[in-house]
């Protein structure tokens, strides 16, 4: 089990057990909070709160809800009632408005059974703002390992806002990822989910970890999905992992994703045709924080070495190298989008409204690694004798291409670098301070981003946490002696301030009004039960006027 404090234990308990519930409330049905509770998308003036709430009856019920400023709700701020039905999953949310800014509230709902555990939330400031906290996650696969990083994060009261990139749930089955024999926790249901009954069915049995229990229920989360929400690799037009003939109409299987995401989420965000999850958030005159769809609204369909250099591979080197030329063209198209048009135009709106506001701080939360990455030539030496043909090939394709200069995961913003580009220039158009906190490739890279600015400072820089479960480099490349893998990629990209290929965790991006700092928090031990006292390492930016910031250093 993921490990809790006793103060936290004791305080989610207590509250529950010791706040009567009120005479107004008291006609409500009987039945059970299945999940604690959990809010989200804090504003000024409002933030969205959640429950899962299953009736007795089994078919609906409405519950009560009321926030409050004192965990005793002795003068509660806001109230109502919201039904909890079957339809969604027993899900329920509200969107409280009229809330003050930069306040701290309790929130439960109610029932005839008694009330729910209390949480926690705050909404954002409104004008002058000091500092911000935001602790950011991706990549949480239920059957590698135990939930550390959660239940970490859930005990530091200093984290204001938690920003999760995606993979919040994984679609396989229990027979591929984690392969028989490799899982520490059995998922279910226990084949690959394709409808929606089985995608509430895994949201039901990752929200059951109480260590992420205990971050919903103490902190506002901002999120976006990935492609494991979905499918793996997904795009506008499906995804790699989706067999039409074996799984149906992938249209279909992406609205049952997409709604079981919006009803377990406290996410402030509408099932509509457009389909539209990006979104933008302001913390008062210090940040302004957009997030972004990466994954589906724009995405073409992702290029693949193996794929489309396997003609060519039993060729000589001449013929290899110009089959990658061909691809690199294609690559390279300046037509070529990764968040679409119409997002694009979006976030340049949204550069220009932060920068309007006077924020120094501009934050992208999405999905993939933004950063030019290289595969270090070593790479291949690092592989076990037993590598799979598929993980060998992939090495040594890895190898071969950064060796010519070229990037390796075009599944990332590698395989879209036009789009890439017009995101740096929009940010330096905008003289913003611009920090991308980023997920999915298990990996820890902490990078500096070249924008043209020719005098060693950087366009953007780029934190891409860990995965909180899910294994990285550190499953393949076991060869390595320690610091190997980290130091052959730093030597390999010269951008690259950090990298931990090694262990999973989670990162903490720290801002005031002159400098932002991150603290790589990082766990030896999630695949046992109880969790180590994780390793930290902090860097630091400056802002600076005019465009970009300076580069990372250690802290």
């Known amino acids: 089990m993921t490990v809790i404090t006793r103060r936290s234990a004791l305080f989610a308990a207590g509250l529950a057990a010791a706040v009567p ?27 969205m709160i959640w429950t899962r709430f299953v009736p007795a009856n089994g078919a609906y019920g409405e519950i009560a809800w009321e926030v409050a400023e004192d965990e005793a709700f002795a003068v509660t701020l806001a109230r109502g009632r919201v039904l909890a039905r079957a339809a969604n999953d027993y899900c329920a949310k509200v969107d409280v408005q009229g809330l003050r800014p930069g306040r701290r509230y309790f ?35 239920f059957g590698f390992g135990y939930f550390h990083a959660y239940a970490h994060a859930a005990a530091d009261p200093s984290i204001d806002v938690v920003v999760h990139v995606g993979d919040y749930i994984y679609e396989y089955g229990a027979d591929s990822y984690p392969s028989p024999g ?20 895994r949201y039901q049995t990752y929200r059951a970890d109480q260590g992420l229990q205990e971050l919903h229920r103490l902190k506002p989360w901002i999120t976006v999905w990935d492609d494991h929400e979905l499918a793996n690799d997904a795009w506008v ?16 299987r992406f609205a049952h994703a997409w709604k079981a995401y919006l009803d377990w989420m406290p996410i402030r965000v509408a099932m509509t045709p457009a389909g539209s999850i990006y979104r933008s958030f302001q913390w008062g005159d210090l940040a302004g924080l957009a997030m972004l769809d990466t994954r589906w609204v724009g995405r073409e369909l992702q290029f693949d070495y193996a794929a489309a250099l396997a003609p060519a591979m039993s060729g000589g080197p001449a013929e290899q190298m110009a089959a990658v030329a061909a ?20 976030l340049a ?22 950063a030019p990455l290289v595969a270090a030539p070593q790479i291949p030496a690092f592989l076990p004798d037993d590598a799979s043909d598929f993980v060998r090939q992939y090495a040594v394709t890895g190898a071969m291409l950064g060796q010519a200069g070229l990037e390796w995961n075009l599944d990332a913003w590698s395989g879209y670098p036009a789009a890439r580009a017009r995101v740096v220039e929009q940010a330096l158009q905008t003289n913003a301070n611009t920090i991308i906190l980023s997920g999915d490739s298990h990996n820890c890279w902490v990078s500096n981003i070249d924008g043209g600015l020719g005098d060693g400072r950087p366009g953007l820089v780029e934190v891409a946490g860990a995965s909180v479960t899910s294994p990285g480099l550190e499953a393949y490349l076991t060869r390595a002696e320690p610091g190997q893998r980290e130091a052959s990629m730093r030597a390999a990209n010269p951008g690259l301030a950090f990298a931990d290929l090694t262990h999973r965790g989670y990162a903490a991006l720290s801002l005031d009004r002159r400098s932002a700092s991150v603290e790589i928090v990082s766990f030896a031990g999630w695949r046992d039960p109880l969790a180590s006292t994780p390793s930290r390492r902090r860097l630091a930016v400056e802002a600076v006027r005019g465009p970009g910031l300076t580069p990372w250093s250690e802290a």
């Open 21 to 47: 519930v009120p005479a107004w409330a008291r006609d409500l049905p009987q039945g059970a909070f299945t999940h604690s509770v959990a809010s989200g998308d804090p504003t000024a003036d409002a933030v």
């Open 107 to 141: 929130y439960r709902f109610l029932s005839g059974s008694g009330p729910s555990p209390t949480g926690l939330t705050l909404t954002a400031p409104q004008g002058r703002a000091r500092s911000l906290k935001l602790a950011l996650f991706s990549c949480s696969n």
């Open 182 to 201: 490799r899982a520490v926790r059995l998922v279910s249901p226990s084949v690959e989910i394709v409808g929606l009954q089985q995608y509430y069915e």
């Open 237 to 252: 037009g499906g995804a790699e992992e989706h067999d039409p003939a074996a799984e149906g109409d992938w249209a279909s």
């Open 327 to 346: 691809l690199q063209r294609r690559i390279a198209s300046p037509e070529r989008t990764l968040l679409g048009a119409e997002q694009e135009a979006w």
């Open 349 to 370: 709106r949204q550069f220009a409204r932060f920068a309007d506001a006077g924020a120094p701080w501009t934050i992208l939360g999405q999905q993939v690694v933004f």
